[in-house]
């Protein structure tokens, strides 16, 4: 990917691969690296087939041009940017405050560009009835990458996405609207507030991306917080977390002692210099209280451009260690990423 100007996202300390335009991907959005090819599961291949909608065009003093021009906008929480892919027609990437938050592709919405996305979509993927519509409720919408990905991978498929910057929702409903037909309702609000109103038993998964600028919200840490998000979901459910956290993983140790009250069942999925401790990054935490197909997520993550590891079971007890869960009344946001761990030039 490259974004109009010649310059491109560059994220600090990340280690490139040789050919790629930008870093692996850090906290919330960072872009990842251009997928190298691998093999492409049926939801992908559905979402391939999935239907195009219009992109905007941009203008000059003699009118319309074809290639498309930036957008940039005031919302709610900052000051959005729409940069379009020069590499790829049709494509965008969304920052918020210079800070990459979404990628899109209108005619593929299986092209996942960011890697904590890709993990996210394999969750997707492997959520029991495969291939079957299922009911999902989206934390946090950015420019709807994930709902698209679910309306073209899981056909008749029906989901929410909430999101609290209103300004955010009508630039992307007015520059990257959904295709006809996508079953997607989007609801402006607080992701706390509409999780303790929502009702039980009405989800088949929920997808949390919920950060306010580089960081995930204490609202969204607590341990009263995991039992409202474990009340929505159904038997057999599954809740997915975006977070981010680097050694000695005190927040991810208190996210995971949190969601160990309320859930059976835990892992994590991470790059393994992140699970080391060796950089700074994004880890999809995963909760259900019944088994997940962890082997087939794992097959997924490790077939991935840049390889991720599923961990569960002992090692995790190792990593929660002696670690308590946080709540409402001590809960703070997840830490503030280092320097330059992700922005755009």
Do not use: K
Not at 213 to 227: D, K, N, Q
Not at 229 to 240: C, D, K
């Amino acid at each position: 990917m490259r974004v109009p100007g010649g310059r491109n996202p560059a994220s600090g300390p990340w280690p490139s691969a040789p050919g790629t335009a930008y870093p692996a991907p850090p906290v919330r959005g960072a872009p990842g690296h251009r997928s190298a090819p691998r093999p492409v599961s049926a939801a992908r291949q559905a979402a391939a087939r999935a239907p195009r909608t219009a992109a905007p065009a941009g203008t000059d003093d003699n009118g319309p041009v074809n290639e498309p021009l930036p957008v940039t906008r005031s919302v709610d929480f900052g000051t959005a940017r729409l940069l379009p892919d020069i590499d790829c027609d049709r494509a965008w990437l969304l920052t918020v405050d210079g800070a990459p938050q979404s990628y899109v592709d209108l005619d593929d919405p299986a092209r996942l560009e960011f890697e904590y996305t890709r993990r996210l979509a394999h969750v997707i993927d492997v959520q029991e009835p495969r291939d079957a519509p299922l009911d999902v409720v989206h934390l946090g919408g950015g420019a709807l990458t994930l709902p698209r990905y679910v309306a073209a991978a899981r056909p008749g498929s029906r989901q929410l996405a909430v999101e609290a910057d209103r300004g955010l929702i009508s630039l992307v409903e007015d520059v990257l609207p959904l295709p006809p037909g996508a079953g997607v309702e989007v609801c402006a609000a607080d992701a706390r507030a509409w999780v303790e109103a929502a009702p039980e038993n009405s989800a088949d998964l929920v997808v949390a991306d919920v950060f306010s600028g580089s960081r995930i919200p204490a609202g969204l840490t607590s341990v009263e917080y995991a039992r409202a998000a474990a009340r929505m979901l159904r038997p057999g459910g599954t809740y997915a977390a975006n977070i981010a956290d680097g050694a000695p993983f005190g927040f991810l140790r208190s996210q995971l002692a949190a969601f160990r009250e309320v859930f059976a069942e835990l892992a994590v999925i991470a790059e393994p210099a992140v699970l080391r401790g060796r950089r700074f990054g994004n880890v999809v935490l995963l909760a259900s209280r019944t088994p997940v197909d962890l082997a087939a997520l794992a097959r997924r993550c490790a077939a991935d451009p840049f390889p991720a590891r599923v961990e569960h079971g002992a090692p995790l007890t190792r990593l929660i260690g002696d670690a308590v869960p946080v709540a409402d009344q001590e809960a703070q946001p997840s830490p503030e990423p280092p320097d330059g761990a992700f922005g755009i030039g």
